[in-house]
């Protein structure tokens, strides 16, 4: 079994609609962290969790919410989807501050 | 100026030949960093950590310089199994974040 799963993994929705993407993870960490991949760029940060408690943007949270329902869950939220935030989306989770990232298997979004 | 710079490539690379590229960073204070494999829309798998004295993995071998900032990636008698999109990591501090080249892409013919 993954040990960062991610749900759905592919996902296609119409603009305006509400879309939740799931991340639990089984080893133990306490950070978590929710990507974006699109084509030429980079993973960019959209929010990451240190702790249950602790609920932290990245560098580009606008349209974008997330919940942290336990030390294994952390779900993002579209509350209201557009079509340029179509991309493919990564959960990660880390040991420590400078230890390195496991990703999950990724969500397929398209907003039509 | 990108935080991350790496050459997007790609490095076309005959089957058992040697790569190198590198990625550049701006934050002097960065503390550890990584390099990472994708194959094409899948997620980021960890390669190897660079440490300062660098270091080996059969045939990988990565090297830190921090003085010029930046770390390297080789890749001696390539597979073509290597084919990947190789991303350079560095975190940004003390405090967990990191910031993610947009990749370099090796690709081996036979």
């Known amino acids: 079994d993954a040990d960062v799963t991610q749900t759905p993994r592919n996902r296609i929705t119409k603009t305006g609609k509400r879309i939740m993407l799931e991340c639990s993870q089984t080893?133990?960490?306490?950070?978590m962290y929710w990507y974006r991949q699109d084509p030429g760029l980079g993973l960019r940060l959209i929010y990451y969790?240190?702790?249950?408690?602790?609920?932290n943007k990245g560098e580009i949270s606008d349209g974008y919410s997330v919940s942290r329902q336990a030390q294994a869950k952390f779900s993002l939220s579209l509350e209201s989807a557009i079509p340029n935030q179509t991309a493919l989306y990564f959960c990660?989770?880390?040991?420590?501050?400078?230890?390195?990232?496991?990703f999950g298997d990724g969500t397929r979004l398209s907003i039509l | 100026r990108k935080e991350v710079e790496q050459d997007p490539g790609p490095f076309n690379v005959p089957e058992g030949a040697t790569v190198a590229f590198n990625c550049t960073y701006s934050n002097s204070a960065s503390q550890s960093f990584f390099w990472y494999r994708q194959d094409c829309r899948k997620e980021p798998k960890l390669l190897m950590s660079?440490?300062?004295s660098g270091n080996e993995d059969g045939r990988f071998t990565a090297q830190l310089n921090r003085a010029s900032q930046y770390i390297s990636l080789l890749i001696r008698d390539s597979k073509l199994s290597d084919s990947a999109t190789y991303l350079c990591v560095v975190n940004t501090g003390s405090w967990g974040k990191f910031q993610f080249g947009a990749g370099t892409q090796v690709v081996v013919t036979p």
């Open positions: 990660a989770t880390s040991a420590g501050a400078i230890e390195p990232q496991h």
């Open positions: 080893k133990g960490h306490d950070r």
């Open positions: 660079v440490y300062s």
């Open positions: 969790s240190f702790d249950v408690k602790d609920i």
